[in-house]
T-cell receptor, first 112, second 113 residues
Framework: RKEVEQDPGPFNVPEGATVAFNCTYS??????FFWYRQDCRKEPKLLMS???SGNEDGRFTAQLNRASQYISLLIRDSKLSDSATYLC?????????????FGQGTILTVHP | DAGITQSPRHKVTETGTPVTLRCHQT?????MYWYRQDPGHGLRLIHY???????DKGEVSDGYSVSRSKTEDFLLTLESATSSQTSVYFC????????????FGPGTRLTVL
């Protein structure tokens, strides 16, 4: 089983739609969780950290379910500019140097 | 955006030649990382540094070495490039390993013929 698993998609949605991505992780003692977005041929950029209580940043909402070991990202009112690959990222427990484990990404395409 | 630059941005080289990639940061962050990204594998850690002259191996370190003589510079060397090292290489920095939000440089596209 991969340490971090994501549905690769692609998700094709119209502008204005709501779309949700899930990600599961295998290490139950994982400490920190993030969503990054990566545009084609660009570097990954931090979208948001994921807190235990859930958190929201504008149209984006992240949730963490430790019992089921998954995190989610909800995007409301999708824009064309949201088209990108979304990477689920986990910091496993027991690492001394801040090792992050990256999922392979979920591709989102928002069309007019 | 975090002040991270990578050089060169693109490189084509031949099998067996040594190659050095440079990562430069202006954020004075302690932690620096080298990743490679390949289709079907996602981002994988090659080497990391937790201070000047302090480095260690990641999960795919074979065939790579690193050096960090100054806080701002982290060099990745392919000792004898092979076609399997054709990839996109990203440098990342982090201020703290405890929480560890990492910020990435623009990447280097390396092709080994």
């Amino acid at each position: 089983r991969k340490e971090v698993e994501q549905d690769p998609g692609p998700f094709n949605v119209p502008e204005g739609a709501t779309v949700a991505f899930n990600c599961t992780y295998s290490n139950s003692a994982s400490q920190s969780f993030f969503w990054y977005r990566q545009d084609c041929r660009k570097e990954p950029k931090l979208l948001m950290s994921v807190y235990s209580s859930g958190n929201e940043d504008g149209r984006f909402t992240a949730q963490l379910n430790r019992a089921s070991q998954y995190i989610s990202l909800l995007i409301r009112d999708s824009k064309l500019s949201d088209s990108a690959t979304y990477l689920c990222v986990v910091k496993p427990e027991g690492t001394s140097y801040g090792k992050l484990t990256f999922g392979q990404g979920t591709i989102l395409t928002v069309h007019p | 955006d975090a002040g991270i630059t990578q050089s060169p941005r693109h490189k084509v080289t031949e099998t067996g030649t040594p190659v050095t990639l440079r990562c430069h940061q202006t954020e004075n962050h302690r932690y620096m990382y080298w990743y490679r990204q390949d289709p079907g594998h996602g981002l994988r850690l090659i080497h990391y540094s937790y201070g000047v002259k302090d480095t260690d191996k990641g999960e795919v370190s074979d065939g790579y070495s690193v050096s960090r003589s100054k806080t701002e510079d982290f060099l990745l060397t392919l000792e004898s490039a092979t076609s399997s090292q054709t990839s996109v290489y990203f440098c990342a920095i982090s201020e703290s390993q405890a929480y560890n939000e990492q910020f990435f440089g623009p990447g280097t596209r390396l092709t080994v013929l």
